[in-house]
């Protein structure tokens, strides 16, 4: 039975009981034949990197102090660390700043009306206030792997992010492009998710923030209408619909011309489902060995060739490198107009560029499924800031040796920048990470 002060609300807002910040924002459709809820605004954890601000998030984690024993453990100069929260119920409000995570209780509230919900998903029960969701949580799970049901709370170890503004000409940019987001507890205690997305363009990093606040409610909402063993078709869903959407957005967003990457990691237990459009990467570090770690891929990137070319050029685009004075062709493969020289995107699928998206490129994503084994110690997800000098083989290695997420992302973000610097003095692209780390004894429990 539907809670009739519920009902009368205008507008639903989930926010921080500690904060008393708003974090997920709902609108009521008053227009349909039942009352439904729609998604507004998105809690994440983007970050702006070196000036240290943050969001309500952000501000509700206390650093946690740099262990002695784990070299990974050091100031960087690459913004504040982010360590993604439970998003239980936890009756205990205290909050142990040494812990690798802090607990958190979120309500939904509103008037004298008061809820208790279990993550920032939890909205999908209130989407339709005045009838029952479709199917049963029960006929979700019946068909899933009970290794995929596994509660994060046993698989995580610890989950943080960090962003590091780019520079030009020595000089930190405006804005950072890169955005993530991470829930180290989704719309069930056995999900949990993490994203990044990388804008490019003269509207990049308005893009990417559009895709950061509209994403993962697309996923929770199709994952809710097809149950979790559908979970590739849904995220395919969520993809292509987050590009409708900004492609029909009242928001003044020009996105002609500009887009983003996106790369969306879904945690179902032992089980990670992937899915991503541009150049952004997800992997996991398995450890062979204590001091020698191997980079597992879950994604690749999407380039304009072979099959993805072929596609383009059958759209009416056409793929070729930019020419320099003396003639000579330089960079990389790039999708034009077959008559003339826009929009020169260096990848084939992406979320946006509509000028890109007349000629063959796609928001439509892959997806890749990955079951953990023991040895797996790390899932990264990161920008191409991290991957233009450094290969899979490289982050493993350095982040293999870090003994906590929030110590992978200190030192890769720094490593990253590094060789930045080294190439390109005082040039450096936007970089972003999200690093979980499992818990060891849970996966060789369950093996």
């Known amino acids: 039975m539907a809670d009739p002060n519920l009902e ?13 910040k708003s974090a997920l924002l709902y609108d009521r459709n008053d227009d349909a034949a039942s009352p439904t809820w729609s998604l507004t605004a998105g809690w994440a954890t983007e970050r702006s990197g070196h000036r240290g601000d943050a969001t309500a998030a952000g501000r509700a984690q206390q650093d946690r102090p740099p262990s002695h024993h784990d070299p990974c453990d050091r100031s960087t100069d690459g913004g504040k660390i982010v360590r993604i929260p439970d998003f239980g119920v936890d009756e205990d409000d205290d909050d142990d700043a040494t812990s690798t995570t802090s607990r958190s209780t979120w309500v939904v509230s509103r008037a004298s009306t008061t809820q208790m919900v279990k993550s920032p998903g939890a909205y ?14 029960s006929e979700f799970l019946k068909e899933a792997s009970p290794s995929h049901k596994i509660s994060m709370q046993t698989v995580l170890h610890s989950m943080a992010s960090l962003s590091r503004t780019g520079r030009t000409q ?29 804008g490019h363009g003269p509207n990049g990093a308005a893009v990417s923030r559009f895709v950061r606040r509209t994403l993962p409610g697309l996923i929770a ?5 097809r149950g979790e063993v559908a979970v590739q078709s849904a995220m395919r869903t969520a993809f292509l619909a987050t590009h409708e959407s900004l492609r029909t957005t009242l928001e003044p ?6 887009g983003s990457t996106a790369v969306v990691a879904l945690l179902q237990g ?15 570090v398995r450890e062979l060995s204590p001091n020698c770690h191997r980079a597992i891929p879950l994604t690749k990137d999407h380039k304009p060739v072979g099959t993805e070319r072929m596609r383009i050029v059958n759209n009416g685009g056409r793929v070729q490198r930019m020419v320099d004075p003396s003639g000579r062709e330089v960079g990389p493969a790039r999708v034009w107009l077959r008559t003339s020289w826009v929009p020169g995107l260096a990848m084939s699928r992406v979320i946006g560029d509509t000028v890109a998206h007349s000629v063959g490129v796609v928001a439509e994503p892959e997806v890749s ?7 797996d110690c790390f899932l990264v997800v990161a920008s191409d800031g991290v991957f233009e000098f450094l290969s899979n083989h490289d982050v493993a290695s350095i982040v293999g040796r870090c003994g906590t997420a929030e110590g992978a992302c200190r030192v890769l973000v720094q490593e990253a920048a590094a060789r930045w610097n080294d190439d390109v003095a005082g040039v450096a692209d936007d970089i972003t990470v999200v ?10 429990s369950s093996t």
């Open 270 to 284: 032992q089980k990670i489902t992937t899915a991503w459009v541009g150049d952004s990467r997800a992997l996991v």
């Open 221 to 225: 909402r199709e994952l809710a209408a």
């Open 170 to 198: 020595g000089q930190k940019k405006k804005s950072n492009q890169d955005s993530s987001f991470a829930f180290r507890q989704f719309v069930q205690d056995h999900q949990a998710i993490a994203g990044v997305m990388d």
């Open 124 to 137: 999908l029960r209130l989407q339709s206030i005045s009838k029952p969701a479709p199917h049963p949580l």
């Open 253 to 258: 967003i020009n996105a002609r011309l500009s």
């Open 8 to 20: 009368a609300l205008p507008r639903l807002v989930l926010h921080h009981s500690k904060l008393n």
């Open 435 to 444: 690093v979980a780390k499992f818990q060891s004894t849970s996966l060789s």
């Open 369 to 375: 499924t990955h079951e953990l084994d023991e040895r």
